[in-house]
């Protein structure tokens, strides 16, 4: 999809606007956004508390105070979002934005967080590929191991596991 | 309608049970926050994102997972009037925010101990909601709603940060425990700020139900964590029972203690109040809870002999605006609005003298 505004450059940025009960969509560009949606941001980024939270913690940070005053802030790709506009509303656009606010994001996380490590529930059905990807991180090791101890036999046997494993997890 | 009937038609379940420790605790609430993998999340959905994610949950909860943990209804919030979405917030069954974002709805269980709200901050925000001290049991119905949608939906999920949500308040468990203490002698006592303070120490966090601090209306206060990344759910839970243990002894101490110390001052304090609920024939919402404290106290107590001990969550809800335009089927200005509350509460008392409930 083309920017409504320009028809020039790729729609990434979804905006949702409700001026006295109309709702109205846009979709645009990340230059033509920044016009329109930095306002629209502003707006909705006065009722959430946690935002001054967020922007208070931000401005503390000499990681986050160098990237907002550089030209290029964090982008997330994926839904457009800027490091800034995640900054003003605190909360993010999609799940992607977590991999494209990194390693900024990990310090804010160990602020208002108490690390940035999850040790928590872990989808069931996901439980599966993340165990074998720990166990795979395992046996590669013990793999270097055995070459090097010359037990080639056992290593054989590591090698299948290990390739049973990369298929299954698709790596 | 029969105010009896009423209530136990609009009633959650958990307005009407008691539960473990419920002298104190009113009652426990878990919420989970997921997101759908790959979908923007509410903060900047489109129309369009929301239908489908609305679309995703209705299929999901249509699966014979869901289906076996209860009998659920979708209610989206553009067709419901303006009227039932406030008696739902009334009752804690949706947020506030829920009603204001576009593209909202709830899947509710019958009981209303279960709830799940779809396009809120997060796709998805499961909520168990339990009368008493039950937060472990909350976690385990939660847990297993959790698991019944994870069969057909792909959560966002980090290895390094777990469930991925809106806010970066929520990530990792995308757990929320809360539970609702009466702590009437606390307040009294002035003992409360020192012992507020204290949670907020050690990642929880405290405020009034109705009103905030020291003024929380009918001494109705909300302890919950604040951390969600980091440490386990069972963790999590563990540190609050810690602190709300502790915060319960105290309370149940200084009650003790004041019976000993005061034991006429209170009589007077708690039968007054049940007077002027029984009597009075126009009461504001501040009055109306103080005086639902008290008398809540008095059973606690054993002072007051006869009234259900729901009495004060029941009424705490059932004398909103919501429900009062509900029960007597019209708007209200303030002023009528207090005059039927003091009907209200009278009629509610009368249900107990006749042995009727
Ligand atoms: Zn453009
Ligand atoms: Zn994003
Ligand atoms: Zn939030």
Redesign the pocket.
């Known amino acids: 999809m083309l ?7 790729p ?1 990434t940025v979804h905006l949702t606007e409700i001026v006295q009960g109309q709702k109205s969509e846009y979709h ?2 990340e ?3 920044r016009e329109k949606g930095e306002a629209a941001y502003q707006a909705i980024a006065g009722a959430f508390s946690v935002n001054q939270l967020l922007s208070g913690l931000m401005n503390f940070d000499p990681w986050v105070q160098e990237r907002v005053e550089t030209a290029a802030p964090p982008r997330c790709e994926h839904c457009g979002m800027t490091f800034n506009q995640f900054s003003q509303i605190g909360r993010f656009g999609c799940p992607h934005c977590y991999d494209a606010f990194s390693p900024g994001l990990d310090s804010l996380l160990r602020k208002i967080q108490s690390s940035d490590q999850h040790v928590g529930k872990v989808p069931k059905r996901r439980g599966g590929a993340i165990g074998m990807k720990r166990e795979l991180q395992k046996l590669r090791l013990e793999l270097q191991q055995r070459i090097a101890e010359e037990r080639f036999e056992e290593a054989a046997h590591l090698r299948d596991r290990i390739r049973y494993l990369e298929q299954q997890t698709g790596t | 309608m029969s105010l009896g009937d009423f209530l136990s038609q609009s009633g959650s379940k958990w307005l009407r049970d008691e539960g473990p420790d419920s002298d104190i605790v009113i009652s426990s609430r878990l919420r989970i926050a997921r997101n759908l993998a790959g979908q923007s999340f509410p903060t900047i959905a489109t129309e369009k994102d929301q239908r489908y994610v609305l679309e995703a949950v209705r299929q999901a909860a249509s699966g014979s997972a869901v289906r076996r943990l209860g009998e659920f209804e979708m209610l989206v919030l553009k067709d419901i009037s303006d009227l039932d979405k406030q008696v739902m917030v009334e009752k804690h069954v949706v947020s506030p925010a829920l009603v204001d974002a576009p593209g909202g709805a709830v899947l509710l269980r019958k009981d209303e101990e279960m709830s799940v709200m779809v396009n809120e901050e997060d796709h998805l925000r499961m909520q168990c909601m339990l009368p008493g001290y039950q937060l472990d049991q909350a976690l385990k119905m939660a847990d297993e709603l959790d698991d019944a949608f994870e069969e057909t939906l792909d959560f966002a999920f980090d290895e390094n940060k777990g469930y991925l949500t809106a806010c970066p308040t929520n990530v990792g468990t995308g757990m929320r425990a809360s539970i609702m203490l009466h702590l009437p002698v606390l307040v009294v006592t002035g003992n409360i700020n020192r012992i507020l303070s204290a949670v907020t120490q050690v990642g929880l966090t405290v405020r009034g139900i109705y009103g905030e601090g020291s003024d929380a209306l009918g001494n109705l206060f909300q302890v919950s964590n604040q951390i969600t990344l980091g440490q386990s759910e069972q963790e999590i839970l563990s540190n609050l029972h810690g602190v709300a243990n502790q915060i319960i002894e105290h309370e149940r101490v200084a009650r003790q203690h004041l019976l000993r110390e005061a034991r006429m001052r209170v009589e007077d304090r708690v039968c007054r109040s049940f007077g002027i609920l029984a009597y009075s024939r126009q009461i504001d919402s501040k009055e109306a809870m103080q005086r639902l404290s008290d008398v809540r106290l008095g059973i606690d107590l054993d002072i007051i002999k006869g009234v259900s001990s729901s009495i004060l969550k029941e009424l705490m809800v059932a004398t909103q605006p919501g429900f009062l335009q509900k029960y007597y089927g019209h708007e209200m200005s303030p002023g009528e609005r207090d005059i039927k509350r003091a009907a209200l509460i009278r009629e509610r008392l009368r249900m107990d003298s006749q042995g009727l409930k």
């Not at chain 1, 920017?3 to 450059?9: F, V």
């Open positions: 920017c409504e505004h320009c028809g020039k450059r729609a645009l560009c230059t033509c956004a």
